[in-house]
């Protein structure tokens, strides 16, 4: 508006016969524009500067991670722009928030989803967002789980933002679905070593299994929730790769998930003895 010769006297008179309305300290829209979610967060931006990039629960939404929906305007500045306001929440961190750790969205500035999930304290983020957001990232290849392990574990040697709360989330996090999640909880419980998760097995080129857990050396568990497995063509693929992975050397146990749910001790009894064969267990720190 400066740009284009409009006044202060002429803003407050378009402000007041509800022409235009603020959104924050220096953005405005149409009254008859709006409020747009998207709008909301592109004004957020502009006033905060170059600098400030979508996080929190919106970046969460804008990256299509499972339980977040485009309601939340939250964003990250760097530590000197701490106390700014817009029309939602700002949080600041001390650690640059670097390129690399940056991409774009929709056209906004977003925080790659690791990144993303190693700021979730500062937004308050539940235990249940947290792993939400860890478990969908991984399912859509947007982190890879030893990664982020490792780069949350230095974080936390500092005492940065409250990263304990990420490591607490991680645990039993790393399954595709709720289910895997209790089943390594299940595992960590009852003192198994945790097992390698979503395991693909390959026949020359072509992949003919992806497995929930592998524990080593070939040992392949199952977790099976009734609905994804009902049909008679998902019973056919469910026993051919039953088949293929028994002839390529893999024993394979199956857990519905009533079994997960219901008897988790009779569960890992049978990995225990299904193990003990072949494998000293070990103690494992999560």
Partial sequence: MDTAGVTPWMRSEALRIHLIERIGPKTFRFASDGPRWEQVVSAGLLDLGP???AAGR??????GLDGFARHHVELLVPRELRGRRIAGTVASTTRPIDALDVCRVDGFP??????LILEAPLFRFTREEIENAID???RLHLIADTRLRDRVVRETTRGVNGSRAVVDAL????GHSRLERRFLALVRRHRLPRPQLQVVHRDGGRTFARVDALFAPDLVVEVDGHATHSTRRQRRKDAQRHTELTLHGR?????TRDDVY???SWVAAQIRTALSGNLALERVVF
């Fill in 171 to 174: 645990v039993d996090a790393g």
């Fill in 136 to 138: 969908s990232a991984a």
């Fill in 110 to 115: 977003c925080l790659r989803a690791e990144r």
């Fill in 262 to 264: 219901e008897r988790p």
């Fill in 51 to 53: 600098s400030a990039v």
């Fill in 58 to 63: 919106t970046g969460a939404a804008l990256l």
């Fill in 251 to 255: 024993r394979v146990l199956t857990f």
